[in-house]
């Protein structure tokens, strides 16, 4: 019995990757400190090894003075492993994005533009197998203290499968295809964004728990296990859906797939108004825009809060996770009041101006309870993502969807990646001198598409809506038939 719910596979890929995601950061950050300073860390400690040092009279001055000890150390080993390790992190962070960059943006074109007419589960499977084997390969590099250096070999090479903007590229366009009316697929789209945000929020605030009870090593085995059950149900219970895949479209060249999706992206942009075109190109802009500085800036978090002088361990990472992922639900709740009393343009600034709040008082949380207390600005962190999102869907024809997401899903990746890579190269090379110039950079890097977003506002006020460019353009083909 084939099932025609795809929400089950989003939730456990959702649990596996936001358990995954700070395992493997704090995992990394253990395993530098342990390797350049030959000093083990107990995992069951109450106290991070970064508030241990704090006591330290070397470790106060050097803080006072602002020194980064850099060719070699001096007097207390251990304090010149707290002040390099969050720089040594940031910077194998760097060349692991780097080295799933390329085939990262190979795969997501081609499987996500050959799902349109080999079926949605082809890139689902592909980019489950490609999260099974990284972490299964996870599992074994910490069981047998493997060097860390071979994280970098199985990126590329999970990479080459499909990374998660693949799996959600090819989630979202599933639902696309089950939903025929716009209203059901908004309901199911927005039921997705609350899931996201219970299940993430949930794992983000036992994550610590699972290192400090579990250890690394049966930690991964368990987003192991969950991406295993995850691909089963996705093989033998998930319902594809597109009926129609005859021998022809399977025997389709991956050429043949590359002209067709360059093709049909030319024919998008050539076949609209000219402010259609216009306003899609403003859209997309102003959500890469606003998607390569909010993801690129998040893993830097966990980074910061380890670092002096929060110095927090692994249940308060775990805790600080689990606020972060709460935008999820509370943007949610923001689209569905603020519609009622607001266009989707108006949701966006509000969404847009909060973060940048948020980045400008990160840069500046000395202690735990602001750490905490930043979170509150993040609330609608999510809200221009979706509203971004709905809105260029409302400027295409609905037989234009599939393109669009495939044009997002490239975007997304490419933006991902590069932003990671671009905010881990900026943090290791500021934070020496002043660990909250990456948030202040944020906060003022938003004001790109918080003007982005006055130009739209601006280039739509002729037609006084922007979903009235679509809507006449199907009146006028009605009309001609």
């Known amino acids: 019995m084939k099932i025609p719910f795809v929400e089950p596979v989003i939730c456990l890929s959702v649990f596996a990757v936001t358990l995954n995601s700070p395992l493997t950061t704090q995992y990394v950050y253990r395993r530098i400190w342990e390797e350049t300073g030959n000093y083990s860390i107990a995992l069951e400690s109450n106290t991070s090894e970064c508030a241990k040092n704090k006591s330290s009279p070397i470790f106060a001055f050097q803080e006072l003075r602002g020194d980064r000890p850099r060719s070699s150390c001096r007097g207390d080993l251990c304090d010149c492993v707290v002040m390099r390790s969050p720089e040594k992190v940031s910077l194998f962070n760097l060349e692991m994005d780097i080295s799933g960059l390329i085939p990262g943006l190979v795969s997501t074109f081609m499987f996500l533009s050959h799902s349109d007419h080999g079926g949605r589960k ?14 299964a390969w996870l599992c074994l590099l ?81 987003v192991t296990v969950a991406l295993f059950v995850n691909l089963i149900y996705i093989l033998l219970f998930l319902e594809d859906s597109m009926k129609e895949s005859s021998s022809q479209n399977i025997s389709v060249s991956w050429t043949e797939t590359f002209k067709n999706l360059f093709h049909r992206t030319y024919m998008l942009f050539k076949n609209a108004s000219g402010e259609q075109r216009s306003l899609c190109c403003l859209l997309l802009f102003t959500m890469i825009t606003y998607f390569f500085v909010t993801i690129g800036v ?5 980074l910061y809060e380890l ?13 600080g996770s689990a606020l972060g992922s709460v935008t999820f639900f509370s943007s949610f709740l923001g689209i569905w009041l ?144």
Request: some cysteine; hydrophobic content about 50%; charged content about 10%.
């Open 338 to 481: 603020f519609s009622y009393c607001m266009e989707d343009i108006h949701m966006a600034f509000i969404g847009t101006f909060t973060t940048m709040v948020g980045m400008a008082m990160t840069a500046f949380a000395r202690t735990t309870l602001m750490m905490f207390l930043v979170r509150l600005p993040f609330l609608f962190t999510v809200m221009p993502l979706s509203v971004l999102r709905s809105m260029i869907s409302k400027v295409v024809h609905s037989t234009e969807q599939g393109t669009m997401f495939a044009c997002l899903a490239f975007l997304e990746t490419l933006g991902g990646i590069t932003a990671v890579s671009t905010f881990n190269g900026i943090y290791s090379a500021t934070v020496a001198w002043c660990k909250g110039f990456v948030f202040l950079l944020s906060a003022v890097l938003l004001l790109i598409p918080a003007i982005s977003l006055c130009v739209i506002k601006y280039v739509s006020r002729n037609t006084g809506s922007y979903v009235l460019l679509i809507q006449e353009e199907s009146s006028e083909d009605t009309s001609d038939r």
């Open 122 to 135: 082809f890139p689902l499977i592909l980019s489950s197998v490609g999260a099974l084997a990284n972490s």
């Open 142 to 222: 910490s069981y047998f203290a493997l060097p860390i250096q071979l994280l970098i070999a199985s990126t590329f090479i999970g990479a080459l499968f499909g990374n998660y903007t693949t799996f959600l590229g090819a989630s979202f366009a599933y639902i696309v295809d089950q939903c025929k009316e716009k209203k059901q697929r908004t309901i199911r789209i927005a039921i997705i964004d609350f899931l996201f945000g219970v299940v993430s929020g949930l794992t983000g605030l036992s994550s610590g728990y699972f290192i400090r009870g579990l250890g690394f090593v049966w930690s991964f085995l368990i």
């Open 307 to 319: 670092d002096s002088p929060l110095c927090w361990d692994e249940v308060l990472i775990g805790y």
């Open 298 to 302: 998040s893993p830097i978090f966990v």
